[in-house]
């Protein structure tokens, strides 16, 4: 089966990027070397380089065990957390719906 190629927008890429510079950043200042970080996470290094370039083909889970082999698994639980966005538009459709007056049956008649 061919892999398809992710085709991702600049914005979304340079999240992507910094991201997995944050990843590597917390790694450094952890001063846990690639082998290590990659044992925990059960990845290999190649993997884990690529979770720190931003890389889009690597897996959510990938980036996720990375995070918990930082100490940082809290974090994943951050994404989407205040959806304000979200919220605003649920709010908008819980408006009560006007009622609708329902004619008497002898007003039809006549």
Do not use: H
Not at 42 to 50: C, D, N, Y
Not at 95 to 106: D, F, T, V
Request: glycine share 6%; net charge positive; proline share 3%.
């Amino acid at each position: 089966m061919a892999k398809t190629k992710v085709i991702l927008s600049p914005m979304i890429t340079k999240t992507l990027q910094e991201v997995g510079e944050q990843i590597k950043l917390a790694r450094l200042r952890r001063k846990l070397s690639v082998q290590l970080v990659s044992e925990r996470a059960g990845i290999s290094r190649a993997t884990l380089w690529a979770v720190e370039k931003g890389e889009p083909t690597v897996s959510f889970g990938a980036y996720v065990a990375v995070l918990c082999a930082l100490g940082l698994k809290d974090d994943v639980k951050l994404l989407a957390k205040d959806d304000i966005l979200g919220r605003t538009y649920q709010d908008l459709g819980l408006l009560p719906k006007k009622r609708i007056m329902k004619k008497k049956e002898n007003e039809d008649e006549k």
